[in-house]
């Protein structure tokens, strides 16, 4: 069956991958629906996916309660110079860690079948794709990343003979030998390490099957690794969602936005305005590359074909246009399951409904305390399922972005928007984001940590030289966006929200059109430049304390802010130091 694979390289690949991890069988995958139904099939027999009565073509999947997240501690970046990884990113040298690796992936997938998935990351044929393959022992991941990546024969044809891809290996670490009995969620959460050699550019995944650890299409490909090669090649690879928006004469902008996990990116890509004539279609939820065109803007695309979101939260209130994407065709991983075979989680209506399974597969008691969905349980759908999906979502020139927004989880300090005096300026607002920490990744959940760019997790290199590298960006797209800080999550002292933020965010995104316009009018601050007007028709709320700018805060958090820039050393730009000392002199003034 490999003979059939024009591309030398990867014929070679697999094969050498065969040899090491010795699986049962080898299927290259197809991506038709076909495939798809008889790897849904196999996995409902065999207890892994349960098929949804309410939703069509809709499955559930618990994972093992040890593999819910990311594992932050457990991703490693193996640069050739551990200088090159930076002080954000854990580090082994190569050698070490492709030895390790080899050991754990020998013979790791005995008794399971190896699946061959090529995937392009983007819209095929577009100049801003790229095309990975990925090699698994899961079907699960077989499934989700069907939703996830344009994946089938088709990109082999693409990559014809000579065409370069993304390797990638993902095993979930649990051989299995004559006797062994499977379970639903096969996983080694001790031996799990997510590693990336990002000279080699390849990827190797071992012990986990969730999301982010195992889907490597996402984080791994299209952030880490990707972050490497728009350095090199003069584009960003960014953990942004893209959104269009329309005002009422018909006027349509692109702005892109970053946001740490699980601060409300799906809500904000898909958002039901609450201005009317204003409308928000949505590119995509989490991930943008975008690369420099002739005329010198920056062209994003958004390199996924589905969305992986977050399911507590998610409501008919907080995001209508999700659910409505989720009706049908649709995977959901750690919610709880419902009597008549339908998925619910918390936020999604006001009271539970009776005789809920919870995540873990027990009666759920609603007085335990307990949540019934995992605070991590996801749902993957596609994306041309999502009611306002845009017109050019899947256009392979991708689209001219305006605005880039910068935000995060802060519940003081940050006002709700501001706008950046100029690029160098936007550079130093993304390199300074922090962020109350979620229940994305593992570890403490509601603890403030820097978030830089929201790449904390997600940069392949040093982040040092990631500030550098948006600061060059002018040399390869002379008409940059503007740049923007937001922030819904302020907080009165009794602990109430400020902002209604959801559908109410359109009036902030309507002064950030209005500015790429030169037609909103600002007022400079110390900070940046703040809105003299805002659109809060029909609202009662305090705007004053929306936008107060507490300077001895602000003294506080630049003195912060030093401290945490120390770690960078040399690598730390000039300019981005530059940006905090003009800081803290307009602050003092
Ligand atoms: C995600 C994340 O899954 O950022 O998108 O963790
Ligand atoms: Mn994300």
Same mark, same amino acid.
């Given at each position: 069956?490999?003979?059939?694979?024009?591309?030398?390289?990867?014929?070679?690949?697999?094969?050498?991958?065969?040899?090491?991890?010795?699986?049962?069988?080898?299927?290259?995958?197809?991506?038709?629906?076909?495939?798809?139904?008889?790897?849904?099939?196999?996995?409902?027999?065999?207890?892994?996916?349960?098929?949804?009565?309410?939703?069509?073509?809709?499955?559930?999947?618990?994972?093992?309660?040890?593999?819910?997240?990311?594992?932050?501690?457990?991703?490693?970046?193996?640069?050739?110079?551990?200088?090159?990884?930076?002080?954000?990113?854990?580090?082994?040298?190569?050698?070490?860690?492709?030895?390790?690796?080899?050991?754990?992936?020998?013979?790791?997938?005995?008794?399971?079948?190896?699946?061959?998935?090529?995937?392009?990351?983007?819209?095929?044929?577009?100049?801003?794709?790229?095309?990975?393959?990925?090699?698994?022992?899961?079907?699960?991941?077989?499934?989700?990343?069907?939703?996830?990546?344009?994946?089938?024969?088709?990109?082999?044809?693409?990559?014809?003979?000579?065409?370069?891809?993304?390797?990638?290996?993902?095993?979930?670490?649990?051989?299995?030998?004559?006797?062994?009995?499977?379970?639903?969620?096969?996983?080694?959460?001790?031996?799990?390490?997510?590693?990336?050699?990002?000279?080699?550019?390849?990827?190797?995944?071992?012990?986990?099957?969730?999301?982010?650890?195992?889907?490597?299409? !996402? #984080?791994? @490909? $299209?952030?880490?690794?990707? %972050?490497?090669? *728009?350095?090199?090649?003069?584009?960003?690879? +960014?953990?942004? =969602?893209?959104?269009?928006?329309?005002?009422?004469?018909?006027? !349509? #902008?692109? @702005? $892109?936005?970053?946001?740490? %996990?699980?601060? *409300?990116?799906?809500?904000?890509?898909?958002? +039901?305005?609450? =201005?009317?004539?204003?409308?928000?279609?949505?590119?995509?939820?989490?991930?943008?590359?975008?690369?420099?065109?002739?005329?010198?803007?920056?062209?994003?695309?958004?390199?996924?074909?589905?969305?992986?979101?977050?399911?507590?939260?998610?409501?008919?209130?907080?995001?209508?246009?999700?659910?409505?994407?989720?009706?049908?065709?649709?995977?959901?991983?750690?919610?709880?399951?419902?009597?008549?075979?339908?998925?619910?989680?918390?936020?999604?209506?006001?009271?539970?409904?009776?005789?809920?399974?919870?995540?873990?597969?027990?009666?759920?008691?609603?007085?335990?305390?307990?949540?019934?969905?995992?605070?991590?349980?996801?749902?993957?759908?596609?994306?041309?399922?999502?009611?306002?999906?845009?017109?050019?979502?899947?256009?392979?020139?991708?689209?001219?972005?305006?605005?880039?927004?910068?935000?995060?989880?802060?519940?003081?300090?940050?006002?709700?928007?501001?706008?950046?005096?100029?690029?160098?300026?936007?550079?130093?607002?993304?390199?300074?984001?922090?962020?109350?920490?979620?229940?994305?990744?593992?570890?403490?959940?509601?603890?403030?940590?820097?978030?830089?760019?929201?790449?904390?997790?997600?940069?392949?290199?040093?982040?040092?030289?990631?500030?550098?590298?948006?600061?060059?960006?002018?040399?390869?797209?002379?008409?940059?966006?503007?740049?923007?800080?937001?922030?819904?999550?302020?907080?009165?002292?009794?602990?109430?929200?400020?902002?209604?933020?959801?559908?109410?965010?359109?009036?902030?995104?309507?002064?950030?059109?209005?500015?790429?316009?030169?037609?909103?009018?600002?007022?400079?601050?110390?900070?940046?430049?703040?809105?003299?007007?805002?659109?809060?028709?029909?609202?009662?709320?305090?705007?004053?304390?929306?936008?107060?700018?507490?300077?001895?805060?602000?003294?506080?958090?630049?003195?912060?802010?030093?401290?945490?820039?120390?770690?960078?050393?040399?690598?730390?730009?000039?300019?981005?130091?530059?940006?905090?000392?003009?800081?803290?002199?307009?602050?003092?003034?």
């Amino acid at each position: 069956m490999l003979e059939a694979l024009q591309n030398q390289k990867l014929e070679a690949w697999i094969h050498e991958m065969i040899e090491l991890t010795k699986p049962a069988g080898v299927h290259i995958c197809d991506g038709s629906q076909e495939e798809y139904d008889t790897l849904c099939a196999q996995m409902v027999e065999r207890g892994v996916f349960t098929k949804l009565a309410q939703r069509p073509n809709s499955y559930y999947a618990a994972s093992d309660p040890r593999d819910v997240a990311r594992m932050e501690k457990r991703t490693f970046i193996c640069s050739e110079n551990e200088i090159d990884a930076g002080p954000t990113n854990n580090w082994m040298p190569p050698q070490e860690m492709e030895t390790k690796l080899r050991s754990l992936f020998e013979g790791c997938m005995h008794g399971r079948t190896l699946y061959v998935i090529p995937f392009s990351m983007g819209p095929l044929g577009s100049e801003i794709a790229h095309i990975g393959v990925e090699l698994t022992d899961s079907p699960y991941v077989v499934c989700n990343m069907r939703i996830m990546t344009r994946m089938g024969l088709e990109i082999l044809d693409l990559l014809g003979e000579e065409g370069g891809f993304i390797p990638s290996i993902h095993s979930v670490g649990v051989p299995l030998h004559v006797g062994d009995h499977d379970v639903a969620w096969p996983c080694n959460p001790e031996e799990t390490l997510v590693v990336h050699f990002p000279e080699k550019r390849s990827i190797w995944s071992f012990g986990s099957g969730y999301g982010g650890n195992a889907l490597l299409g !996402k #984080k791994c @490909f $299209a952030l880490r690794i990707a %972050s490497v090669m *728009g350095r090199d090649e003069g584009w960003l690879a +960014e953990h942004m =969602l893209i959104v269009g928006i329309t005002n009422p004469e018909g006027k !349509k #902008k692109y @702005f $892109a936005a970053a946001f740490p %996990s699980a601060c *409300g990116k799906t809500n904000l890509a898909m958002l +039901e305005s609450k =201005l009317p004539g204003w409308k928000v279609e949505c590119v995509g939820d989490d991930i943008a590359w975008m690369k420099p065109r002739l005329d010198g803007q920056l062209y994003a695309i958004n390199p996924e074909a589905g969305f992986f979101g977050v399911a507590p939260g998610t409501s008919l209130k907080s995001n209508p246009n999700a659910l409505r994407t989720c009706n049908e065709n649709s995977i959901f991983t750690n919610v709880a399951l419902t009597e008549n075979g339908d998925v619910w989680w918390e936020g999604l209506t006001e009271t539970p409904p009776d005789n809920l399974i919870d995540w873990q597969g027990n009666p759920w008691d609603p007085a335990s305390g307990k949540p019934a969905a995992h605070p991590n349980s996801r749902f993957t759908a596609p994306a041309h399922q999502c009611p306002v999906i845009d017109p050019a979502w899947e256009d392979p020139e991708g689209v001219p972005i305006s605005a880039i927004l910068f935000g995060g989880r802060r519940d003081s300090v940050i006002p709700l928007v501001y706008e950046a005096f100029d690029w160098n300026h936007g550079t130093f607002l993304g390199a300074t984001i922090s962020s109350q920490t979620t229940a994305a990744a593992t570890g403490a959940v509601g603890k403030l940590r820097h978030d830089p760019f929201a790449m904390l997790p997600f940069c392949g290199y040093n982040m040092g030289d990631y500030f550098g590298h948006w600061l060059s960006m002018p040399q390869y797209a002379p008409k940059l966006p503007k740049i923007f800080a937001v922030n819904w999550f302020q907080k009165s002292p009794e602990g109430k929200y400020l902002w209604p933020g959801f559908g109410d965010n359109i009036r902030v995104l309507k002064w950030i059109f209005e500015r790429c316009e030169e037609r909103a009018e600002a007022e400079e601050s110390a900070i940046g430049y703040l809105p003299k007007q805002l659109d809060i028709s029909g609202l009662s709320l305090n705007l004053e304390a929306l936008f107060q700018i507490d300077k001895k805060e602000w003294l506080k958090e630049v003195a912060e802010i030093r401290v945490y820039f120390e770690q960078f050393g040399a690598r730390l730009p000039e300019g981005i130091c530059r940006e905090l000392d003009a800081l803290e002199k307009r602050l003092n003034q």
